[in-house]
T-cell receptor, first 116, second 114 residues
Framework: EPEVTQTPSHQVTQMGQEVILRCVPI?????FYWYRQILGQKVEFLVS????????KSEIFDDQFSVERPDGSNFTLKIRSTKLEDSAMYFC??????????????FGDGTRLSIL | AQSVAQPEDQVNVAEGNPLTVKCTYS??????LFWYVQYPNRGLQFLLK??????LVKGSYGFEAEFNKSQTSFHLKKPSALVSDSALYFC????????????FGSGTRLSIRP
């Protein structure tokens, strides 16, 4: 079964540095998402992306965050100047609404981001 | 605002016994409801969904969930638990379509003892 893949599995970065988290969504999917899960807390929506633009974003997704689909396969999340509170597990997801509005979102295994 | 509540942080069940993981939701319209499971060091794996139709929906690994509109609940159930069912379970809701952002509950850790 096709999977969403994320790299790296663990990223350690100094506070203030830029970090890019990478995702390869399922190939025929059209909607892409980023979620995060701070240790011990809920999974929170960050942003959704469709047709090369952001379709929805949460209040967490401030000017420090950006997303990009640089080519036909990758979907990236960039944090420009990382803060300690950005430490979390970041999940990428994708979905294919062409199969009907009830198609579920499929998640990758996540990137654990640790800010020192 | 949409929200999902999972009142139990942990559920402990003996192998072979039935299990229930509770979920209630609060939305302003008709919800799309989901259950996801998270195994250690893995992502969220889709289990089942309710969109419309039969209130009892069946999903992966023998799990099922019952949608109850009057009680705004969507409890996850399985008739006979396995040790391998031990994991973190998330109830979730979206509005309008499954392409919308997912609102997750806080998660319930299910522990099945042999």
């Amino acid at each position: 079964e096709p999977e969403v893949t994320q790299t790296p599995s663990h990223q350690v970065t100094q506070m203030g540095q830029e970090v890019i988290l990478r995702c390869v969504p399922i190939s025929n999917h059209l909607y892409f998402y980023w979620y995060r899960q701070i240790l011990g807390q809920k999974v929170e929506f960050l942003v959704s992306f469709y047709n090369n633009e952001i379709s929805e974003k949460s209040e967490i997704f401030d000017d420090q965050f950006s997303v990009e689909r640089p080519d036909g396969s990758n979907f990236t999340l960039k944090i420009r100047s990382t803060k300690l509170e950005d430490s979390a597990m970041y999940f990428c997801a994708s979905s294919d609404p062409r199969g009907g509005s009830n198609q579920p979102q499929h998640f990758g295994d996540g990137t654990r981001l640790s800010i020192l | 605002a949409q929200s999902v509540a999972q009142p139990e942080d942990q559920v402990n069940v003996a192998e072979g016994n039935p299990l229930t993981v509770k979920c209630t939701y609060s939305v302003s319209g008709n919800p799309y409801l989901f259950w996801y499971v998270q195994y250690p060091n893995r992502g969220l794996q889709f289990l089942l969904k309710y969109i419309t139709g039969d209130n009892l929906v069946k999903g992966s690994y023998g799990f099922e969930a019952e949608f109850n509109k009057s009680q705004t609940s969507f409890h996850l159930k399985k008739p006979s638990a396995l040790v391998s069912d031990s994991a973190l379970y998330f109830c979730a809701v979206t509005m309008y379509s499954s392409a919308s952002k997912i609102i997750f509950g806080s998660g319930t850790r299910l522990s099945i003892r042999p």
